[in-house]
């Protein structure tokens, strides 16, 4: 565990021109991105609060880039945050001082509150994440807007109706007619909550139905991912020939976390053998230069050296980057050869495996949506966890609809890729259904702005 030492209370407030102050609270760390996204837009508006951060699970570190002031003590539990799939990762942190935690950092937001009004300043809260800093929200006794990241209504229906759930319980889990439980939508419904972001269309239109100030803006996981190369593509009789004749990418998510990442990518590297033996067979339908890369979109918290040792042990050798036929500008990227297949790790260029790829084998949770809402397919493996258990990859599956595909085993993806690939409506289908589900980019921007005119 790792701690921050808390803001003390005793300081002095000096006089600032600024008359109000916002304070974000979020729980965990893709809800910290998510927070400070929406916040760098909002530091571009006139008449911008002074804004102060309470990071409710790690350190908040995604904060520190915007230099934002964290108040109270932060601390990193064991899970990571990932409890909700499984109830040994909430044990671990109870264990760990979750509780304790949790109620010193209430008190530290109560606090904090009644010293910014005695010093005459008005308070606002933005929460984001789910009901933990929803409820600290509301029991602040401030005005307060949420963004809702962790929950969608596609986890229990689509546009068409509910979905088929196998088990009894499985089934009471929309009991209330919303994936929010009636003591979210009361909190989402005080006179106090003045805006709701939820993450996708349909979230948003059924919670209108309780009289929720929802606003529909867009999803901030879709922002900030431009790739290193100009988006815009002009076809020419030679571009559609370059498009038949280059290599098949594959994008590679094995997570974030150690050292379940390592147990991810040990299954992910099963898959690309199969696809390696798909490649060479003759009657394959897809791209016919018969080569293929994999770009391994590495989080900064790996050893991407410990990933390349499990893949030379199979046969793969080093090359320089330069003799791949796709170019990653990273000059640290590590790059291996076996038969006409590469494989790319790269740590600083993960928005360029996400745009470059035609599919992804992932074992990731924002990555995946990330990638899905580009308009193109995933194949998702379950994992050990804590974060990609069998669990976790089937709520996926609900989440995300057509555009990924759930397989039991790392064997099995070599099959889909082949079935992806004969059947072009299907991938027009699945481009159409990513973009519904995860938005456009500029919802950051969006709500920024609903956030000043409220």
């Not at 880039?65 to 942190?93: E, N, W």
């Not at 100009?230 to 498009?243: A, C, I, M, N, V």
């Not at 938005?439 to 609903?450: L, M």
Request: charged share 20%; hydrophobic share 40%; aromatic share 10%.
């Amino acid at each position: 565990m790792s701690e921050l030492s808390p803001l003390p209370f005793t300081e002095k407030i000096q006089p600032n021109t600024a008359t109000s102050r916002l304070l974000v609270l979020s729980n965990g760390h893709g809800e910290d991105v998510i927070a400070v996204r929406i916040l760098q837009e909002l530091q571009q508006q006139a008449l911008t609060p002074e804004i102060f951060a309470l990071p409710l699970v790690g350190v908040g570190g995604a904060y520190q880039k915007l230099d934002i002031s964290t108040i109270g003590s932060v601390r990193s539990m064991p899970s990571g945050g990932f409890i909700y799939m499984d109830g040994r990762q909430l044990a671990r942190d109870v264990r760990s001082g979750l509780l304790q935690l949790t109620l010193n950092q209430f008190k530290t937001v109560r606090r904090w509150v009644k010293i910014q009004k005695k010093s005459g300043y008005l308070v606002k809260i933005l929460a984001v994440g789910d009901i933990v800093p929803l409820l600290f929200a509301w029991l602040s006794g401030c005005e307060y807007a949420f963004v809702g990241t962790a929950k969608s209504e596609y986890y229990l229906r689509d546009e068409t109706g509910w979905l088929k759930r196998n088990t009894q319980a499985a089934r009471w889990e929309g009991w209330s007619g919303s994936v929010y439980l009636p003591w979210e939508r009361w909190l989402m419904s005080r006179k106090s909550c003045k805006a709701v972001f939820p993450r996708d269309s349909l979230t948003t239109q059924i919670l209108k139905q309780w009289k929720i100030p929802a606003f529909d803006l867009g999803n901030p996981m879709m922002d900030g991912l431009n790739p290193s190369f100009p988006l815009q593509k002009f076809y020419t009789t030679d571009t559609r020939r370059q498009e038949i004749e280059r290599p098949l990418a594959v994008t590679l998510l094995p997570g974030s976390r150690t050292p379940e990442a390592y147990a991810n990518w040990d299954k992910i590297t099963i898959a690309i053998s199969g696809l390696m033996a798909m490649f060479r067979e003759p009657d394959f339908v897809g791209h016919t230069s018969g080569k293929v890369v994999f770009l391994a979109g590495i989080a900064s918290g790996l050893d991407c050296n410990i990933l390349a040792e499990t893949i030379k042990n199979q046969g793969w050798s080093a090359i320089p980057n330069q003799q791949s036929p796709i170019q990653i500008p990273d000059n640290q990227a590590l790059t291996f050869k076996l038969k006409n297949a590469y494989i790319i790790f790269t740590k600083t260029n993960y928005n360029d495996c996400l745009h470059l790829g035609d599919l992804a084998i992932a074992m990731a949770g924002t990555a995946t949506e990330q990638f899905v809402g580009l308009g193109k397919p995933a194949i998702i493996i379950p994992g050990e966890g804590p974060q990609f258990t069998p669990a976790f990859a089937e709520a996926q599956s609900r989440l995300l609809g057509s555009s990924v595909i759930l397989v039991e085993k790392p064997s099995n993806v070599a099959s889909e890729v082949k079935s992806l690939f004969a059947n072009p409506d299907r991938l027009y289908a699945i481009a159409k259904n990513g973009e519904q589900r995860m938005g456009k980019p500029g919802a950051a921007k969006r709500i920024a702005e609903c956030l000043i005119n409220i």
